[in-house]
């Protein structure tokens, strides 16, 4: 397949590139040549013919999407829509990348495919639009991943909250972490893996949860990552209501991969991929 993915640099997309490379015709987008709100920009697609278009872009600083919804929603949801005409225009599949943030966090357990969304602050709030006008293009993927982290780090957030706990770790600072908020932490390498086989498989078209498997808070995340890396830092739990932050946060996001189990796929528990991560990026020792 010919495979164009846009936001090619960022945490999923660098997985992604790697991961279709070999097998496919992988064809990458930066922000710089391929603006997703610019729908003159995304015109450039036509040239190309992809079978398959992956849109990675997003804007998902949570407390500055509260400042600047314009940019937000310009990025998020006018971007899907885009990339959703263009993409049926051509006959391209559409794949949109979409998050947790979608729900309330209410429910007190893990969020399936199924689930009535009810996004809370303005990044889900623009990400929900964004699924709904992929929608428009029948043949699309809709995949939901969460809290991620990746060897290329986040475009625009300089890394990820392991990077940040590390770098805290080995200057000797005192680290809280909040110990009240749940969610799904997710390998974007998995998350690409399981993206190329969703469409090599050709499972149905919709919304799939696409996140490593089991659940922890903040806090938890914090302490394995400690752990798996030898450090013993001053780590102290304290709670959401603590943090000084503009955007809401759902309470519990977990996700659960219902639908792909149903094709017989499953992704690793979360626990297996932070370590290979960190065995990765060189923080810890391979215990193989």
């Known amino acids: ?34 603006e997703v709100s610019d729908c003159n920009s995304c015109l450039k697609l036509r040239e190309h013919h992809p079978d398959v278009i992956i849109n990675t872009a997003a804007f998902h600083k949570t407390d500055q999407c509260e400042d600047d919804p314009v940019r937000t929603f310009s990025v998020n949801a006018i971007g899907a829509r885009n990339i959703a005409l263009i993409s049926k225009e051509i006959g391209a599949i559409t794949v949109f990348i979409s998050t947790d943030y979608v729900f309330d966090g209410n429910k007190k357990e893990p ?19 964004g699924e709904l006008y992929t929608k428009q293009n029948p043949k699309h993927y809709i995949a939901r991943v969460a809290s991620l982290f990746g060897k290329a780090g986040a475009s625009g957030k300089g890394g ?28 974007t390498k998995d998350a690409a893996d399981m993206l190329k086989r969703i469409m090599e498989m050709k499972l149905p078209f919709g919304t ?8 922890c808070t903040w806090f938890q995340f914090a ?19 603590q943090l000084q932050v503009k955007a809401a946060r759902p309470i519990f996001s977990a996700l659960k991969n219902v639908k792909l189990s149903e094709y017989g796929l499953q992704m690793r528990e979360w626990r297996t991929a932070l370590r290979e991560y960190l065995v990765e990026k060189g923080h810890a020792i391979s215990s193989v």
Do not use: C
């Not at 990552?225 to 209501?241: H, V």
């Open 223 to 241: 302490q394995e990552i400690f752990r798996i890396a030898s450090l013993n830092p001053t780590l102290n739990p304290i709670k959401t209501r």
């Open 160 to 187: 990820n909250f392991i990077e940040t706990m590390m770098s805290k770790a080995k200057n000797r600072e005192a680290i809280s972490v909040v110990d009240d908020m749940w969610m799904s932490p997710t390998y």
């Open 1 to 34: 397949m010919k495979i164009a993915v846009i936001g090619s640099t960022g945490q999923l997309g660098t997985d992604l590139m790697k991961v279709l490379h070999d097998e496919h015709d992988a064809i990458g987008f930066t922000h710089e040549n391929l």
């Open 208 to 215: 799939y949860h696409a996140a490593n498997q089991g659940y």
């Open 111 to 129: 969020y399936t495919e199924d689930d009535s969304t009810n996004p809370i602050n303005s990044y889900g709030i623009s990400k929900l639009a």
